[in-house]
T-cell receptor, first 116, second 110 residues
Framework: EAQVTQNPRYLITVTGKKLTVTCSQN?????MSWYRQDPGLGLRQIYY???????DKGDVPEGYKVSRKEKRNFPLILESPSPNQTSLYFC???????????????FGSGTRLTVV | DAKTTQPTSMDCAEGRAANLPCNHS???????VYWYRQIHSQGPQYIIH???NNETNEMASLIITEDRKSSTLILPHATLRDTAVYYC???????????FGKGITLSVRP
C-alpha cells in the first residue's frame, strides 16, 4: 500500500532531550515536507526537501533540523525541544511531476508531540 | 501562491450534494486549484485538482469558472464520514509548498 509512515504516533518528552521523528514513504516521491499544526494557526511548513541531499527551510524552521540521505526517509530532529514545540506534526510526500495515481501530496497519520 | 477565500463553515444533509465554494481571484495562469480535506486530526487527504477544465474523480467533482477566479468542490452524495475541514489551495504544482488557510468546516447531518 502506498503510504507515508511516521513514528512515533504519540510522544511525551522533557525539555532539552533530543528526539527524532521518523518519516518514510514507499512511493519513490522526490518531494518531502514536514508541517506542524496548532489550534488557530493551521498547518505551517517547517522544512522541505526537493530530493536526496537537498533541503530547505519552510515558514517555521527554528528549533528543527532535517536530513535527506535516502529518497524514502526524511527524519525531523529536535535537538533541544521546548514546550512551544508541542504540536501535531505531519510528514508529506509528492512526486516532482504528477503521474497516474500520484497527484498532490500524501500525508502521514501524524505525530502528536508534547514537550513538558 | 495566490490566496484563497472560503466560508468558515457549512452543513448539508446526508445523501445530498455538498457544494463547497472557493474564491481565488488572484490566481495566475500556471496555478492549479487543489482541494484537500482533513478529518479530525488525521493527515490531510488529497481530493482533486484542476487547472481550467472541470474535473471529476471517484471522490468529487471540481467546477472552475471560466475566468478561474473561483471554484466549487462538489461531493455528490455526502455521508457522515465526509464531515471534515476542506482546504482549497492554489499552487503551481506538485513540488511547490502547500499553503493551508483555515479551510471550510463541512458538517454532514443525518
Amino acid at each position: 500500500e502506498a503510504q507515508v509512515t511516521q513514528n512515533p504516533r504519540y510522544l511525551i518528552t522533557v525539555t532539552g532531550k533530543k528526539l527524532t521523528v521518523t518519516c518514510s514513504q514507499n512511493m519513490n516521491h522526490e518531494y518531502m515536507s514536514w508541517y506542524r499544526q496548532d489550534p488557530g494557526l493551521g498547518l505551517r511548513q517547517i522544512y522541505y526537501s526537493m530530493n536526496v541531499e537537498v533541503t530547505d527551510k519552510g515558514d517555521v524552521p527554528e528549533g528543527y533540523k532535517v536530513s535527506r540521505k535516502e529518497k524514502r526517509n526524511f527524519p525531523l530532529i529536535l535537538e533541544s525541544p521546548s514546550p512551544n514545540q508541542t504540536s501535531l506534526y505531519f510528514c508529506a510526500s509528492s512526486p516532482r511531476v504528477p503521474r497516474r495515481g500520484h497527484y498532490g501530496y500524501t500525508f502521514g497519520s501524524g505525530t502528536r508531540l508534547t514537550v513538558v | 501562491d495566490a490566496k484563497t477565500t472560503q466560508p468558515t463553515s457549512m452543513d448539508c444533509a446526508e445523501g445530498r450534494a455538498a457544494n463547497l465554494p472557493c474564491n481565488h481571484s488572484t490566481i495566475s495562469g500556471n496555478e492549479y486549484v487543489y482541494w484537500y480535506r482533513q478529518i479530525h486530526s488525521q493527515g490531510p487527504q488529497y481530493i482533486i485538482h484542476g487547472l481550467k477544465n472541470n474535473e471529476t474523480n471517484e471522490m468529487a467533482s471540481l467546477i472552475i469558472t471560466e475566468d478561474r477566479k473561483s471554484s466549487t468542490l462538489i461531493l455528490p452524495h455526502a455521508t457522515l464520514r465526509d464531515t471534515a475541514v476542506y482546504y482549497c489551495i492554489v499552487n503551481t504544482g506538485a513540488n511547490s509548498k502547500l499553503t493551508f488557510g483555515k479551510g471550510i468546516t463541512l458538517s454532514v447531518r443525518p
